[in-house]
């Protein structure tokens, strides 16, 4: 019973590690994945094509296409497109990297 604990403990571990983290700062509400979340600084995720954006204890998971610019990012932006009064993000750039994230 402990070895699987331990086991089931390490997979979990390496799941964590694999994600990036970085931090992205929503200037106005917006949706995401259908929900909408509200301005403020958030958490991001990046798990190969997974992105999870927490505030709090509001969080949303979405998928997104992670695409790589020619050079490095020098802030973290957000791209926003306006669907009927409401702001939905297109996209993320993170600071300090090429990487650039195309939500659906």
């Known amino acids: 019973m402990t070895k699987r604990l331990l086991v089931a403990f390490v997979f979990v ?27 403020g600084a958030y ?18 998971e979405s998928t997104v296409k992670v695409e790589q610019g020619d050079s490095k990012f020098v802030s973290t932006t957000v791209r926003y497109e306006n669907e009927a009064g409401k702001y939905r993000v297109l996209e993320i750039r993170l600071g300090g990297t090429k990487t650039k994230l195309v939500f659906d």
């Open 13 to 39: 571990a390496l799941a964590v590690a694999s994600a990036k983290t970085y931090s992205v700062t929503l200037l106005q509400s917006s949706m995401v994945a259908g929900t909408e979340l509200k301005a």
């Open 43 to 60: 958490r991001l995720n990046l798990e190969q094509d997974k992105v999870v954006l927490t505030n709090g204890k509001q969080s949303v």
